[in-house]
């Protein structure tokens, strides 16, 4: 017969002293590990042992990037035909924080597992995975998608469409559209993509002034430590022999920039937690872009995606000249 015991509880044991060695050396140092110093990409560990489920660091990513979130023009153009792309508005439910959204990028993830005999309950923070080879940046036709040089892959505003081919590949399906924004209502309002797709960027502007990203910094619990790719996955092995655990996101998709360390095998954890829309799972994730036929989209997709970004930003600077 197996026991349930709190986190707080378990966390008190060998889990917590386990997880010392991936806690963070303050901002300080995470800041200057941030800076053009290398050129390895940046990558984030996440020790989910220490994570309370506090939601300090969703409420930080929403502040830090208000001026980013889309204030749309209603009504909506009509599309046509009308089921080509659904109309998706989260411009009336700003305040929901259990799933992504265009105004939410980052949500707590409630799971359990067992660990020796006893089940524990995990809260994950969840956000895009910033893949080392991303399948959004490679296969968007319109060069909305980048990725920038610390590896993080974020999707700009002006120029996207909204047409989500980003979401479509996706593995976790990511990003989440809002209509009624962006350049579509210049361009085609009743033919293009309705709207702009939304994920996690990474805090990229704050991390272009040497700063942490928001999550991070507001973290009570030292859950996040972020820094060059080979001292993070050197950190996240240390943490995982430590505790006896396991890891996700290093291999997934061919590797990604964000690496989870739980106590708990992650096929447990992908079994209860609660998948869906907006909802990513924890499954296994082979590696998109090493499938012949992506691979040939994305270098047939290339020159046509840096002919529209750049018809894109023309056109913005344009308009901005003419007002």
């Known amino acids: 017969m197996t026991s349930k015991i709190s986190r707080r509880a378990f966390l008190k044991g060998s889990i917590t002293a386990a997880g010392s060695v991936a806690a963070t050396t303050g901002i300080a140092r995470a800041a200057k590990s941030i800076t053009h110093e290398t050129k390895e990409p940046l990558v984030t560990l996440l020790d989910i042992s220490k994570c309370i489920g506090c939601e300090e660091c969703v409420y930080a990513c929403?502040?830090?990037?208000?001026?980013?979130?889309?204030?749309?023009?209603?009504?909506?153009?009509?599309?046509?035909?009308?089921?080509?792309?659904?109309?998706?508005?989260?411009?009336?439910?700003?305040?929901?924080?259990?799933?992504?959204?265009?105004y939410n990028w980052l949500y707590i993830q409630n799971a359990s597992g067992m660990v020796n005999g006893e089940e524990i309950e995990l809260t994950i923070p969840r956000r895009c995975m910033h893949c080392e080879n991303p399948p959004c940046v490679k296969l968007c036709p319109w060069g909305a998608a980048k990725q920038e040089e610390n590896g993080l892959s974020r999707i700009d505003s002006d120029i996207c469409l909204g047409g989500s081919?980003?979401?479509?590949?996706c593995p976790w399906d990511i990003p989440e559209r809002q209509t009624g924004t962006g350049i579509y209502l210049d361009l085609l309002p009743s033919l293009a993509g309705n709207g702009v797709m939304y994920k996690c960027d990474r805090c990229y502007n704050r991390l272009e002034e040497g700063e942490v990203p928001a999550c991070i910094e507001a973290c009570p619990e030292d859950v996040q430590t972020i820094g060059p790719r080979s001292e993070i996955l050197k950190k996240a092995h240390?943490?995982?022999?430590?505790?006896?655990?396991?890891?996700?996101?290093?291999?997934?998709?061919?590797?990604?920039?964000?690496?989870?360390?739980?106590?708990?095998?992650?096929e447990q954890?992908?079994?209860?937690?609660?998948?869906?829309?907006?909802?990513?799972?924890?499954?296994?994730?082979?590696?998109?872009?090493?499938?012949?036929?992506?691979?040939?989209?994305a270098m047939l997709i290339a020159p046509i995606a840096g002919l529209a970004a750049a018809f894109g930003k023309f056109y913005l600077s344009s308009k901005e000249d003419n007002q």
Not at 238 to 245: D, V, W
Not at 248 to 266: K, M
């Open 62 to 102: 929403q502040e830090a990037n208000t001026d980013k979130y889309p204030e749309p023009q209603k009504p909506f153009p009509k599309m046509y035909p009308t089921s080509k792309v659904p109309v998706q508005d989260w411009s009336d439910k700003r305040d929901v924080t259990d799933r992504l959204t265009p």
């Open 165 to 169: 081919k980003c979401k479509t590949v």
């Open 238 to 266: 240390a943490l995982a022999k430590e505790m006896n655990g396991y890891i996700y996101g290093e291999h997934e998709n061919g590797g990604t920039n964000t690496i989870y360390v739980s106590p708990v095998p992650f």
């Open 269 to 297: 954890l992908n079994k209860s937690i609660e998948t869906g829309k907006g909802k990513p799972h924890l499954d296994k994730v082979k590696n998109l872009m090493a499938d012949g036929t992506n691979f040939a989209k």
